[in-house]
């Protein structure tokens, strides 16, 4: 990554994984974004409204020629709780808890052509059969007192889903409310649920129709925590981050891309 002051902008040519990998040089620079969506999910780029590498080069004549099209946006923060010296992992997309880290880490073994041709959905099936709900406290900042959390739920839970952006795994609207500078994060939780069902439930993912299910929860807040019986992976963007428990927030304008 260059120094401020030596470069105009930054382009990044990849995927989620990608951006989230730059995501501490990205905010610690502070020059204008722009990414060119050539990953296995893309879905940040397309929460951008860059969904081709024509758009995105358009994108960048229009930059080079007036500037106009840089916008600040939020990042989530994952910060563990259970480490010594707890770090901050920035994400851009979306982090979750549960079947979701399930499928991302099976997905992650797939080869990349085929990762980026439907892996997340090829993952998902031996995924929902071996991958059980699992007590899951979820808790809210107090109306009173945003410093102190109180539970909001404590139940099994199959997915817990967080979102800076409304789709993840190559389009799928987990979080279709989510806005990339609203200063929130969009809460999914889906409970316990018959495998059959919930594999019939994820194809009206892609639609965001989800939501109008008895076993979809969703709701948004700036920070929340999750806690599990025993520590589980969490993942964001597609990439492994850390073990729950989990404290997760949200940074409001924390980089700046190069939109449409």
């Excluded at 007590?135 to 109180?150: A, R």
């Excluded at 889906?190 to 059959?196: G, K, Q, R, T, Y």
Aim: charged residues 20%.
């Amino acid at each position: 990554m260059p120094a401020p002051g030596q470069a105009d902008a930054i382009l990044i040519f990849g995927g989620d994984g990608t951006v989230h990998r730059h995501l501490p040089d990205l905010v610690r620079l502070q020059l204008p974004v722009l990414v060119v969506p050539c990953g296995s999910g893309n879905d940040f780029a397309r929460a951008l409204g860059l969904r081709s590498t024509r758009t995105a080069l358009a994108t960048w004549k229009r930059f080079t020629s007036d500037g106009s099209n840089v916008r600040a946006i939020d990042l989530g923060i994952i910060t563990p709780l259970s480490e010594p010296t707890p770090g901050e992992h920035y994400f851009c997309c979306v982090g979750g808890v549960g079947l979701d880290a399930e499928v991302a880490s099976r997905a992650n073994r797939l080869p990349r052509w085929l990762r980026a041709h439907g892996g997340y959905v090829l993952s998902l099936a031996p995924a929902l059969f071996h991958c059980a709900a699992l007590p899951m406290k979820i808790s809210l900042p107090s109306p009173g007192d945003p410093k102190t959390f109180v539970p909001h739920s404590n139940q099994p839970t199959l997915v817990a889903a967080f979102a800076n952006a409304p789709t993840y795994g190559s389009g799928m609207k987990i979080a279709p409310q989510a806005r990339l500078d609203d200063g929130q994060l969009d809460l999914c939780i889906i409970s316990d649920i018959d495998p059959f069902k919930l594999f019939c439930l994820f194809p009206t993912i892609y639609f965001g129709k989800h939501l109008r299910m008895p076993e979809v929860e969703y709701l948004q807040a700036a920070r929340l925590r999750i806690e599990t019986d025993y520590p589980v992976d969490v993942y964001a963007d597609g990439e492994y981050v850390c073990k729950t428990p989990i404290e997760v927030s949200v940074t409001s304008g924390a980089i700046r891309v190069i939109a449409p």
